[in-house]
């Protein structure tokens, strides 16, 4: 299986943008990046995935590399709500049925 | 729509005992997956449940086993407890009709402490 890097841990300031970096350098063409993140005690909640082209929803922005071995998930402006450990995850559409690879994930810190 | 449920929410059971853990998946939805959680290991897959047969399977012991209902609940069965099963166990589902590119939605989890 494809594998995920993921920094440790990130801070950023209240109400501004937060990019979370992702490698994953041994995607295959048919591997999709999802992003999910899980908020203190609670489980983890989808927030957005995607192929090859950028994606966009009421959540964050997922900027994918041209050659897909890394990508962007981006938080317009940081929420102390953000405050959540996410994971950058690959599927495939032919297996891994209802599988997901947790890595460690990165711990996201917002500061009022 | 109602989302993912779990119960119970808490549970301590001593070492040797047997559990079961329950899952009542979104409305429509017809697949169900369990993970345990821990501190050491992370999330870790444990199986998939698609119309009352276990499609996908991770790398645990025969003491972990699972099954699917009609209405596609779930439950999770843990035999013969071990300190090391104390984890925070979850289910997620989704339609189970687009393989690994499926949106699971997770419930709340059930923390299961073995003394």
């Known amino acids: 299986d494809a594998k995920t890097t993921q920094p440790n841990s990130m801070e950023s300031n209240e109400e501004e943008p937060v990019h979370l970096p992702c490698n994953h350098s041994t995607i295959s063409g048919t591997d999709y990046i999802h992003w999910y993140r899980q908020l203190p005690s609670q489980g983890p909640e989808y927030v957005i995935h995607?192929?090859?082209s950028n994606v966009n929803n009421r959540m964050a922005s997922l900027a994918i590399a041209e050659d897909r071995k890394s990508s962007t998930l981006i938080l317009h402006r940081a929420t102390l709500r953000d405050a959540a450990v996410y994971y950058c995850?690959?599927?495939?559409?032919?297996?891994?049925?209802?599988?997901?690879?947790f890595g460690a994930g990165t711990q996201v810190v917002v500061t009022p | 729509k109602a989302g993912v449920t779990q119960t119970p929410r808490y549970l301590i059971k001593t070492r040797g005992q047997q559990v079961t853990l329950s899952c009542s998946p979104i409305s429509g939805h017809r697949s169900v997956s369990w993970y345990q959680q821990t501190p050491g290991q992370g999330l870790q897959f444990l199986f998939e449940y698609f119309s009352e047969t276990q499609r996908n399977k991770g790398n645990f012991p025969g003491r972990f086993s699972g099954r699917q209902f009609s209405n596609s609940r779930s439950e999770m069965n843990v035999s013969t407890l071990e300190l090391g099963d104390s984890a925070l166990y979850l289910c997620a589902s989704s339609s189970g009709l687009a393989g690994g590119i499926d949106t699971q939605y997770f419930g709340p989890g059930t923390r299961l402490t073995v003394l």
């Open positions: 995850i690959l599927t495939r559409r032919d297996d891994s049925w209802g599988k997901l690879q």
């Open positions: 995607g192929l090859t």
